[in-house]
Nanobody, 134 residues
Framework: QVHLVESGGGLVQPGGSLRLSCAASGSPFNYYAIGWFRQAPGKEREGVSCISNSGGSTYYTDSVRGRFTISRDNAKDTVYLQMNSLKPEDTGVYYC???????????????????????????WGQGTQVTVSS
């Protein structure tokens, strides 16, 4: 299984930017589609953005499309999430996730069963806190 470590979270004012990183080790990185998920207090974990194993395809949920950009550098075994125009509702713990076999990136990001599937067949990072507040 691939081991994932997130970094780059912090406190930022509304309208500000952050870049999250997800560094992988332990297994060939380019076998895995990678997703960013977030969980706010008292809410379920939700998908934010997903990227294919090659980086050639991406998916964004409606709440972040146009503000967030996902990318990956397979030479560095790292995936990034550039977050611009941040809003208070973007606050939460951000997790990256790896999964070898995905039907579609949209399914990886949005299917209600996705978190369970990732827990069973893939890997989660430990999470990084993002707080958007004035």
């Amino acid at each position: 299984q691939v081991h994932l470590v997130e970094s780059g979270g912090g406190l930022v004012q509304p309208g500000g930017s952050l870049r999250l990183s997800c560094a992988a080790s332990g297994s060939p990185f380019n076998y895995y589609a990678i997703g960013w998920f977030r969980q706010a207090p008292g809410k379920e974990r939700e998908g934010v953005s997903c990227i294919s194993n090659s980086g050639g395809s991406t998916y964004y949920t409606d709440s972040v499309r146009g503000r967030f950009t996902i990318s990956r550098d397979n030479a560095k075994d790292t995936v990034y999430l550039q977050m611009n125009s941040l809003k208070p509702e973007d606050t939460g713990v951000y997790y990256c996730a790896a999964l070898k076999r995905v039907t579609t990136l949209q399914a990886m990001c949005t299917a209600p069963t996705a978190p369970t599937t990732i827990s069973r067949l893939g890997s989660w990072g430990q999470g990084t806190q993002v707080t958007v507040s004035s």
